[in-house]
Nanobody, 122 residues
């Protein structure tokens, strides 16, 4: 059974950093595109980033380009989102998601993790 478990969220001051982890089970993490999404209170869920197959295929939302970085560790069956220079507007619940398509592209239906809260505040 496919499962995604996020961790690494928390409270951080503006300008700080966090690294989110997405632990995968039930499938080969190097065979699927993995996306990160976030949802702030009262707002729709939005795409943040994605790492495709192969890893050279990456996508980032304009709002996080240059600050957030995807990485994947196949041995650990995990995908990571390094978040630097965090700002209050980055406050949201962050979700990782595995794209169901075998193409390796960041497109189409996904399976979701449960989310982890990131709060950026002084």
């Amino acid at each position: 059974q496919l499962q995604l478990v996020e961790s690494g969220g928390g409270l951080v001051q503006p300008g700080g950093s966090l690294r989110l982890s997405c632990a995968a089970s039930g499938f080969a993490v190097d065979k699927k595109a993995i996306g990160w999404f976030r949802q702030a209170p009262g707002q729709e869920r939005e795409g943040v980033s994605c790492v495709g197959v192969p890893d050279v295929h990456q996508w980032y939302a304009d709002s996080v380009k240059g600050r957030f970085t995807n990485s994947r560790d196949n041995a650990q069956k995990s995908v990571y989102l390094q978040m630097n220079s965090l700002q209050p507007e980055d406050t949201a619940v962050y979700y990782c998601a595995a794209y169901r398509s075998a193409s390796g592209y960041c497109d189409g239906p996904v399976d979701w993790g449960q989310g982890t809260q990131v709060t950026v505040s002084s």
